[in-house]
C-alpha cells in the first residue's frame, strides 16, 4: 500500500508516495484539492483521501491540501446536523483565503517536486486548482499541467441543457439559482466574483498548461466545465476533455463505484504518459 504522512506546516497537507520502485523522482506530483461548494469537506473524505491514495498505488505522488473553507451556506440546517461538518478544524473564511492557502501549498511542494508539480481537483477544488494554476502563471512558475475532474469556473454558473442536469434530489440543489448562491457565499462582492483568481471562466487563459478535464455526464455543473473546457481550447491549451456516460456529481467521493474506478485509471495514464511525453523531448 502506499504511504500517507501529514504535515504539521502553517498550511496542513498529506503527502501520499507510491511505494518504493513504483515511484520516480523525475515524475510530476499531483496536488490535489478537494471539493464541497467551497465550504465543506477536508483531508478525510473520500474526494480527498481514497483519491490520492488510488492514485499513489498507481505509481502517482500526490499531496492534499487542507485549505480555510468558507462559512457554511446554510448555517442553520449545519447547527441542527442536516449538512457534514466541514472536516476541518480551522478557521473559516471567505476569498482569497483557499486560494491562499493552495498557493502557499503549491510553492513548498515546487520546491520539493523535480518532476514539477500538476494542480487538481473536483468541483469547487477544480476551480481551485485552476486559479492556483493562473497565480503560478502570474508569479512565473506555472505547473506541468492541469487535471479538473467535474469543476465549475464561472461566478454566474451557465444554464445546464436537459443532456447535462443532475437528476433526483441534486436537480433542486444543483439548480442555477443555489450555485450562485454557493459561489456568492465564497466570494460575496461583485468585484471578487469578477476576479479571475476566484472563478477562472471568462478570463484570459493564457499560458494554462496541457489540461485533463473529466466530467461528469448528469451533471448541472458540467455546464461551466464544458465550456471552460471549450475556452481553454480557444487559448490554445493542450485539453484532452472527457464526459464519463451514464455519471453523475461528485463521482469521486464514491470510492467502490464504476465512476471512480475510470476517474482515477484515466487520470493515472494521463499523468504518466505526459510525464514519458515530457521526458521523451528531453
Known sequence: MPRSSPSTQAVPIRWYRPESGVADEARPTLLWLHGGGFYSGGLAQPEAHAVAGALAERGVAVVTVDYRLAPPLFPALTARGNLPPSGSSRPRERFPAALTDASLAYRRLLAQSPGGVIGGGGSAG???????????????????????????????H?????????????RLS???????AMNRNYAPTPAQRADRLAFPGGHDLAGFPRTLAVNAQFDSMRASGDRFAEELSAAGVDVQHRVLPGSRHAFLNRPGSRDFASAVELIAGWVTSRWVTAQSRV
Request: overall charge positive; glycine content about 10%.
Open 126 to 156: 477544480a476551480c481551485l486548482a485552476a486559479a492556483t494554476t493562473l497565480a503560478a502563471i502570474d508569479a512565473g512558475s506555472p505547473p506541468v499541467g492541469a487535471v479538473l475532474a467535474y469543476g465549475f469556473f464561472h461566478a454566474d
Open 158 to 170: 451557465p444554464r445546464a441543457d436537459a443532456g447535462q442536469r443532475s437528476r433526483g434530489y441534486r
Open 174 to 180: 444543483h439548480s442555477q439559482p443555489l450555485l450562485n
